[in-house]
Nanobody, 120 residues
Framework: QVQLVESGGGLVQAGGSLRLSCVAS????????MGWYRQAPGKQRELVAT???????NYAGSVKGRFTISGDNAKKTVYLQMNSLKPEDTAVYYC??????????????WGQGTQVTVSS
C-alpha cells in the first residue's frame, strides 16, 4: 500500500509565505513525478505545479514566479514553497504522485489534502 501525507498548511496573511511538504511511503519502486493541486470551495481541482524525477517543473500561470516546487527523490518528498500569497490562493492543497509500487504497477495516488487559508 502507498500513502501520501501532506503537511504545512495553515492560516497566513496576504503577502506571507507557507511551505507545504508531501511524503510518499509504502512499497514504492520508483516515482515518475509528483505534483500539487488545489481545490477552492465551489471550484474544480486545478493544477498548481508538478516535478518529474529528473527535476523538470511545470507551473500554473497563476502561481508562476510566486510558488516553487522541489523534490527529494531519496526521501520520496515533494515541497511547495509559496510566497506572496493572495486570498485567491485559499484552497485545499493536494499532493499526488505517479509511481510504480509493488503489486500495483504504475499508478496515481493522492494525499488527503491540507488547508491553506490566506486572509486579506
Amino acid at each position: 500500500q502507498v500513502q501520501l501525507v501532506e503537511s504545512g498548511g495553515g492560516l497566513v496573511q496576504a503577502g506571507g509565505s507557507l511551505r507545504l511538504s508531501c511524503v510518499a511511503s509504502g512499497s514504492i519502486f520508483s516515482i515518475n513525478h509528483m505534483g500539487w493541486y488545489r481545490q477552492a470551495p465551489g471550484k474544480q481541482r486545478e493544477l498548481v505545479a508538478t516535478i518529474t524525477s529528473g527535476g523538470s517543473t511545470n507551473y500554473a500561470g497563476s502561481v508562476k514566479g510566486r510558488f516553487t516546487i522541489s523534490g527529494d527523490n531519496a526521501k520520496k518528498t515533494v515541497y511547495l514553497q509559496m510566497n506572496s500569497l493572495k486570498p485567491e490562493d485559499t484552497a485545499v492543497y493536494y499532493c499526488n504522485a505517479v509511481l510504480t509500487a509493488k503489486a500495483m504497477g504504475v499508478s496515481l495516488w493522492w494525499g488527503q489534502g491540507t488547508q491553506v487559508t490566506v486572509s486579506s
